[in-house]
């Protein structure tokens, strides 16, 4: 593909900036509606196909189609189990990789719970202590920071 630079052609590059940067990689595995509701509902423990379907409102096609794809992104695991009496089916559970995306949703939810009108908000709490649990920024000394703290080198 080329584009025109002052009367000049020239050769774009293969890659755009945007494909070093973490943030567009991350959206190019999960940024679709139904990949994020996958992993939310992968972060409450679904296990099974039917119930990603049921759980997610999503056709049968594209939960299929994204689970699919979320295994090769290396964020679910496809393991087979098998209920008495019923033919082997296959289930899937988060991988390392996909843990770590549980901050990332639960910051979606909190911002939707606050911004988004009309929404229900699940209540997330510490399994220990029963406190609430949130998302945070915060640097690496603990301290919470708001946006015009923080610098991007």
């Given at each position: 593909m080329a584009f025109?630079?002052?009367?000049?052609?020239?050769?774009?590059?293969?890659?755009?900036?945007?494909d070093r940067c973490p943030i567009d990689r991350t959206m190019q595995v999960v940024g679709?509606?139904?990949?994020?509701l996958l992993m939310r509902e992968a972060l409450?423990?679904?296990?099974?196909?039917?119930?990603?379907?049921?759980?997610?409102?999503?056709?049968?096609?594209?939960?299929?189609?994204?689970?699919r794809a979320l295994v090769v992104a290396d964020l679910l695991v496809r393991e087979p189990y098998q209920e008495p009496g019923q033919r082997t089916r296959h289930g899937y559970t988060l991988t390392d990789s996909g843990r770590d995306l549980m901050p990332a949703v639960?910051?979606?939810?909190?911002?939707g719970a606050k911004h988004a009108p009309g929404t229900i908000a699940?209540?997330?709490?510490?399994a220990d202590c029963g406190e609430p649990v949130r998302a945070v920024v915060e640097c690496a000394a603990h301290h919470r920071?708001?946006?015009?703290?923080?610098?991007?080198e």
């Open positions: 025109a630079l002052s009367g000049v052609m020239r050769r774009r590059a293969r890659t755009s900036p945007g679709t509606r139904s990949a994020i409450f423990g679904t296990f099974k196909f039917d119930d990603f379907v049921a759980r997610t409102g999503l056709t049968e096609a594209v939960v299929a189609s994204r689970l639960l910051s979606l939810g909190q911002w699940r209540q997330f709490s510490h920071l708001a946006v015009e703290e923080i610098t991007v």
